[in-house]
């Protein structure tokens, strides 16, 4: 599978380092060309000569070197892999690349870099777990750059916990999923997501609680399944995806408005927390508090938009899918909801305060179908993504059975 495919291994500073020997043996076993730019800090764990020696390429170590430079070797490196793997990747490494610091060879060729890029962090547990390291990470997630692992385990410094690299083995693992065919090549999938801001004056509004959090993992996780995603989100704090067409909205009425210029599309997810209601005597200028009187406030629906698409009879989506965020009789107002809107799938949750969903890392849907009603664990919202991902590609290898069939 990863015969004449061009990896750019970037070895960072740690004891981990020495793995990335068995890396490269693993990647040079099955045919990859494997190419290594080996760090400062990576250089006081292994030696130059030993990663040459196993890749059968020149180790690149320099920025400043005048013949590798002279061909402008930061950016040859970076164009001419298909993936870039960082193997072990420090706290330092990943908050260089968070913070867009380029300062050396490595640093320099991802930032300039246009390619995948995954990482395999190696560091003690409490660096791990250090909010400054798990901001960057966060970061780096947003960026649309993957990581594998680190896994717990007994460590260096005579300490035990989550901080050790992956084995050569899994991280080769994940390098052949990356290349493996992807399922939703050629597809094109809307999701909303994030809340809509409904303007009461300019400086007030009403809206939602939503992070933007879970439909844009629902993104992320689609795209790297192949999928051509246009997200559609409400006002939220995350930065924009890599290979995403991303459009910002403030109000429901925008959102619709995007969603019907999007179309036509295979997929529709609909997981934007949309106010019901907007204001109808929005005032052009900021309302003035006034001793004794309160401004009288009134208010009209807004759009329905999981019923607009589910019902558009020229460009309705194949399959559709919606969000029913409820805080009692969550199945039940859930079920209703399906048959209300038409649309083909309710992904129910309980978003009561007690649950932490709204601005959370984690959650716990009910997939629910006019014959299913399954219960999912509660995991991270990037494990509950994949889990949305599995079903669209179901959904899509049982259409092409029928089609055979006929």
């Given at each position: ?51 040459s020696s196993l890749s059968g390429e020149q180790c690149y ?102 901080g050790r690299m992956s084995d050569p083995e899994t991280i ?235």
């Open positions: 599978m990863l015969k004449n495919k061009n990896i750019l291994l970037i070895i960072s500073g740690g004891i981990a380092a020495y793995k990335s020997l068995e890396l490269i043996r693993l990647l040079k076993k099955q045919e990859a060309n494997v190419k290594t730019i080996l760090t400062k800090a990576g250089s006081e764990f292994i030696t130059a000569l030993s990663v170590t320099d920025l400043f070197s005048l013949k590798d430079e002279t061909e402008m070797g930061h950016i040859k490196l970076s164009r001419e892999a298909d993936l870039i793997i960082i193997a072990p990747a420090s706290a330092n490494i990943i908050a260089k690349m968070a913070n867009g610091i380029a300062d050396d060879l490595a640093t320099t060729t991802l930032l300039a870099s246009n390619k995948q890029i995954i990482i395999a962090p190696a560091m003690n547990h409490a660096m791990w777990k250090n909010p400054a390291t798990q901001s960057n990470l966060s970061k780096l997630r947003q960026y649309g750059i993957k990581n594998i692992g680190p896994e717990k385990g007994d460590m260096a410094c005579g300490e035990n916990g989550i080769i693992g994940e390098i052949e999923k990356y290349f493996s065919p992807k399922p939703l090549k050629g597809k094109h999938i809307i999701v909303t997501s994030g809340p809509t801001y409904e303007p009461i004056d300019p400086v007030r509004f009403i809206g939602n609680r939503s992070s933007g959090k879970q439909g844009q993992a629902i993104a992320k996780s689609l795209r790297d399944a192949g999928a051509k995603i246009t997200l559609i989100t409400g006002p939220i704090s995350l930065n924009d995806l890599t290979g995403v067409t991303t459009i910002h909205v403030e109000t429901a009425t925008e959102m619709l408005e995007a969603v019907n210029e999007s179309l036509p599309a295979d997929v529709a997810i609909c997981a934007a927390a949309v106010s019901d209601w907007r204001i109808e005597n929005s005032s052009e200028q900021k309302i003035k508090k006034q001793s004794g009187k309160k401004p009288v406030i009134k208010l009209n629906e807004n759009p329905d938009i999981l019923y607009e698409i589910s019902n558009n009879k020229n460009n309705r989506p194949p399959l559709v899918i919606g969000f029913a965020a409820e805080t009692e009789n969550l199945i039940e107002n859930a079920k209703s909801k399906l048959k209300k809107k038409k649309c083909d799938v309710i992904l129910a949750n309980d978003v009561s305060p007690s649950q932490k969903i709204f601005s959370g890392n984690e959650n716990q849907l009910y997939f629910i179908t006019e014959s299913e009603n399954e219960k999912w664990k509660r995991c991270s919202k990037q494990e509950t993504a994949d889990k949305i991902t599995d079903k669209v590609i179901s959904f899509f290898k049982k259409e092409e059975k029928e089609k055979c069939k006929i």
